[in-house]
Structures are given as C-alpha cells and as structure tokens.
C-alpha cells in the first residue's frame, strides 16, 4: 500500500486499477491524446543554459510536430515550427549556432526571429501571403531557466498550472538559478510514452529492480504526494556508504531524495549531494517511445 496525501487528507490506497491493454496498443487512442494533451498541454523542451549566446538554436520533436527553438539577437528564447513556410521542408537539424536559418530545399532564408528575409526569384517579399513571411511561431514559457512550449494556446496560464511546483523546487534547491546543463542521454524504449511515465510514479518495482537507487534512500519511508498537476514523491536520504556512490555530508547537502513529475510527460528530480539536478522526458509514441535523461549542475 502507498501511502498518497491529496491537499489536507491522507487516504490509503489499497487497489488502484490500471488502463486496460487496448489503451496501451490502439492507434486510435494514441491519435486521441496527441490532439487532447500532447498538442494542447505545456511541455517542457530545455533548458536556458542551453541558448548561451544569440543565435544559439536546438531542434525538438513533440511526437509529429517538428520544432525549432533559438536565442534571438534580442536575448529572447523564441519556439517555431521547423518546417519552411514555402515547401513544408525541415528547416535546421540538431543544435548549434546560426545567424540566419536557410532551407536546404529551395534556400528561402529566415531571421532568427522567424522572419522571412529572402526568397529566391522574389524581388518583393512583401508582396507573398502573411502567411509566407514569418515561421509558424510557437508560444514559450521560461521559469528559473525552464523552456516550455505549448502547440495550442489555452485558458490555463503556466503559473496556474505549475506555479506551486516552482514555488517548491525554489524552497529546495535555492540555488537553482545557478544551474547550467551538463549533459544528456537519449533512449528508444520499446513501449508505450504511459508504460514510462507509470513507471516514475510507483516505486514498488524500486527495490527488486533498482537496489542501489533503493539504497539511497530510506525506502520504506517513500512517500508520494499528489496536486492537480503535478505529483511530488519523497524518502529521508539514506547512508552516505549506500551501495550507489559514496558522498561526504555537507552543510547545503539535501535531508531526503526528491522528485516531481509535471503533467504530461517530464520529471524533476534532486540527488542527495544537491549540486546535481536530472530530470526524464518521454517523447510519445504508440509503440517506441523515445526517453531522455538530462543533467543540469553548479
């Protein structure tokens, strides 16, 4: 049984069915909760660190939908889709540094504002439809260095959504400004974007299947923690010569292992030595999800 705390009651769960096998496997279902969260909800795509100068720019995939996100000469960290407007091509590949995105495909040239700055055999470029001048821009939330993007605009604004999470990671890690990203390892799972996210949110399999995870951690005290859009779980920190890695205590050094999952797809998680930060995405797909494991450090 966990333990789950909902706001001021604790209940104890005794049973709690799962999706049934079809919602695991069917195309239809799939298609459904890209239209229904993936394409309406705020998904976290990197970190500002990563945008370290103008015209630092990286290239991001939410499921079908190909992005393209770049510092601007203004500072601004903007998101587009990386599609050109003239042909439908993919725009720019992996992450680097540009002073202006040209197509591969028939050289239309944009700013890193989106704006469309040449269009071979066209002497007027103001004279193309609005809708070939510009990229398709892409809405962006930046929180404590946090980039988020969202397809679809929607009535619930970022802060209403994940504001007491922000408020909570700040009162644990107050250094949290200070973060920069280290490091990141992709992987293809063979198995449905909800088998991961599952996985994250029990830690009954913790012991059996990660004991030196579970040796970090009192695990018989894990605890989780439920909001309307985020879920928090957390154990007392375990013996410094656990079986992991050996760490020295420290006066900053965290009380308990922690971490978040943010509604749909990302989560957040403190490692005890506090200077260390990771966290998981899953990109969604019906049968071969692709995961990602980032580090972010002082």
Not at 66 to 91: K, M, S, T, W
Not at 129 to 152: A, M, N, W
Not at 195 to 223: F, G, K, Q, V, W
């Amino acid at each position: 049984m966990t333990n789950v705390f909902h706001e001021h009651f604790e209940s104890t769960v005794k049973f709690a069915p799962t999706l049934r096998a079809n919602d695991y496997s069917a195309e239809n279902r799939y298609q459904a909760e890209l239209n229904s969260i993936f394409h309406r909800e705020w998904i976290y795509a990197a970190h500002q660190s990563q945008f370290p100068e103008k015209g630092s720019y990286l290239t991001f995939d939410i499921a079908d939908k190909p992005l393209l996100l770049v510092r601007g000469q203004d500072d601004e960290i903007r998101a587009f889709y990386n599609i050109c407007v003239h042909r439908g091509h993919i725009l720019a590949e992996g992450s680097g540094k540009a002073s202006h995105f040209t197509c591969p495909y028939h050289a239309w040239t944009y700013a890193l504002d989106g704006r469309l700055r040449a269009a071979r055999g066209v002497s007027d470029i103001d004279q193309l439809p609005k809708c070939h001048r510009s990229l398709v821009p892409v809405e962006t939330h930046t929180k404590d260095g946090f980039v988020f993007v969202r397809l679809s605009p929607g009535d619930n604004s970022f802060t209403e959504r994940y504001g007491s999470f922000f408020t909570e990671l700040q009162e644990q890690l107050p250094e949290l400004g200070r973060l920069r990203f280290a490091k990141r390892f992709t992987a293809e799972v063979n198995g449905n974007w909800k088998i991961m996210i599952e996985n994250y949110l029990e830690c009954y399999h913790c012991s059996p299947t990660h004991p030196a995870l579970a040796d970090l951690m009192r695990i018989r005290e894990y605890r989780v923690r439920q909001s309307d859009f985020f879920l928090s779980t957390q154990a007392p920190a375990g013996r410094p010569d656990n079986i992991a890695y050996q760490y020295e205590l420290r006066e900053d050094s965290q009380k308990n292992f922690s971490g978040w999952w943010l509604w749909p797809n990302v989560t957040f998680n403190i490692s005890r030595d506090s200077r260390t930060f990771w966290f998981f995405t899953c990109c969604p797909s019906l049968q071969r999800s692709r995961s990602g494991t980032a580090t972010i450090s002082l």
